[in-house]
């Protein structure tokens, strides 16, 4: 199956950093969605990208399907951003998702 | 978007005993749901797709006989930890497939068997 691995594996932030995550998957994919996992094991969907390059607030992810990796990045950093960060990504149709190894991400004041 | 509600989010049973965690999508039409596996401090894995009216298709090394899904309404969706164990202990996410380019999340049950 489709190999994701994410770095860094952790990260702690002061509040206001910036920084970015990143995502590489071992085969072409044709869905690939970023993921927000709160403290509390919430998942909550960030992007659907599975090519280009998209915005949202401080949030925004890039995708370079040729090169199989992703960037997801976070600007001015918040506390209420620390969580587990994954992506997930599919082959074929089925909605079928296959998980990176995520990223813990700790933003202090 | 879609809201999934799961439930239980948290229990505790004793080792030989079954535990039925339900996931309910409560404002959408869900042929497709999905149940995954979280270990501490790592990623989901996929257990099984469930698909409304038909069996479940389990993924390799899951045991369907242990974690026995039913799909019977398009709203409902529930996983039986059969005989749960302690090695069973884990947190349990549901989610539906809201189209080709999003999932919906139930917030998760944490099993633990004593």
């Known amino acids: 199956g489709i190999q994701v691995e994410q770095s860094p594996p952790d990260l702690i932030l002061q509040e206001g950093a910036n920084s970015t995550l990143r995502c590489n998957f071992s085969?072409?994919?044709?869905?690939l969605q970023w993921f927000h996992q709160n403290p509390w094991g919430q998942l909550i969907n960030l992007f659907y990208?599975?090519?280009g390059t998209k915005q949202n607030g401080r949030l925004s992810a890039t995708t370079v399907a040729t090169e199989r990796y992703s960037l997801l990045y976070i600007s001015s950093s918040q506390t209420t951003d620390s969580g587990v960060y994954f992506c997930a990504v599919g082959k074929g149709g089925g909605n079928k998702l296959t998980f990176g190894t995520g990223t813990q991400l700790k933003v202090e004041l | 978007g879609a809201v999934v509600s799961q439930h239980p989010s948290w229990v505790i049973c004793k080792s030989g005993t079954s535990v039925k965690i339900e996931c309910r999508s409560l404002d959408f039409q869900a042929t497709t749901m999905f149940w995954y596996r979280q270990f501490p401090k790592q990623s989901l894995m996929l257990m099984a797709t469930?698909?409304?009216?038909?069996?479940?298709?389990?993924e390799q090394g899951v045991e369907k006989d242990k974690f026995l899904i039913n799909h019977a309404s398009l709203t409902l969706s529930t996983l039986t930890v059969t005989s749960a164990h302690p090695e069973d202990s884990s947190f349990y996410i549901c989610s539906l497939a809201g189209g080709p380019d999003i999932q919906y999340f139930g917030a998760g049950t944490r099993l633990s068997v004593l």
């Open positions: 469930s698909n409304e009216g038909s069996k479940a298709t389990y």
């Open positions: 085969d072409s994919v044709n869905n």
């Open positions: 990208i599975p090519s």
